[in-house]
T-cell receptor, first 109, second 113 residues
């Protein structure tokens, strides 16, 4: 079957670095997406990886290893506004997104 | 309109009633999607449309129907609502089906009593 696993909740300190991991199993693979979702709001796109390696975009970076079925989202210089849920989603062979349940990130001052 | 909109924002509905959730986008995106989001679960795809005039079933289509008469609108209908359909419903769109960022509407919070 198809499955996405990511931690339910993580806590980090303002100014620090945090890494949110995601493992996936899908029927075929057409890329890995990360979205951010603040409480009560819609998900918003953060990153897309289809090739192995690290993609950097400002304070956020995303890594993909296709052979391991593994991705992570790295957030640097954490700010209070980064408190949100981070959703990992893998695109399967039918170009449908399979979503993880999300990782709630709590930032403490 | 800028982006993707949904209506209503929230709704309380008696079981057995019919309800249509509206979704409109002004980005001329070809693909549109309906998801439900429940606590502790990932977003689950209900129905999708790759282009105007076509629709397909997602992971959890039972009890729901959609239509795509034009590019902009993608309504979701619950023919006879049941309490298990209590959820937050998100409509999304993307320029095309493959490898494209999906843009989400603000969501509709539906409670079925």
């Amino acid at each position: 079957g198809q499955n996405i696993d990511q931690p339910t909740e993580m806590t980090a300190t303002e100014g620090a670095i945090v890494q949110i991991n995601c493992t996936y199993q899908t029927s075929g693979f057409n890329g890995l997406f990360w979205y951010q979702q603040h409480a009560g709001e819609a998900p918003t796109f953060l990153s897309y990886n289809v090739l192995d390696g690290l993609e950097e975009k400002g304070r956020f970076s995303s890594f993909l290893s296709r052979s391991k079925g593994y991705s992570y989202l790295l957030l640097k210089e954490l700010q209070m506004k980064d408190s949100a849920s981070y959703l990992c989603a893998a695109m399967d062979s039918n170009y449908q997104l399979i979503w993880g349940a999300g990782t709630k990130l709590i930032i403490k001052p | 309109i800028a982006g993707i909109t949904q209506a209503p924002t929230s709704q309380i509905l008696a079981a057995g009633r019919r309800m249509t959730l509206r979704c409109t986008q002004d980005m001329r995106h070809n693909a549109m999607y309906w998801y439900r989001q429940d606590l502790g679960l990932g977003l689950r795809l209900i129905h999708y449309s790759n282009t105007a005039g076509t629709t397909g079933k997602g992971e959890v289509p039972d009890g729901y129907s959609v239509s795509r008469a034009n590019t902009d609108d993608f309504p979701l209908t619950l023919a006879s609502a049941v309490p298990s359909q209590t959820s937050v419903y998100f409509c999304a769109s993307s320029e095309k089906v493959d490898n494209n960022e999906q843009f989400f509407g603000p969501g509709t919070r539906l409670t079925v009593l």
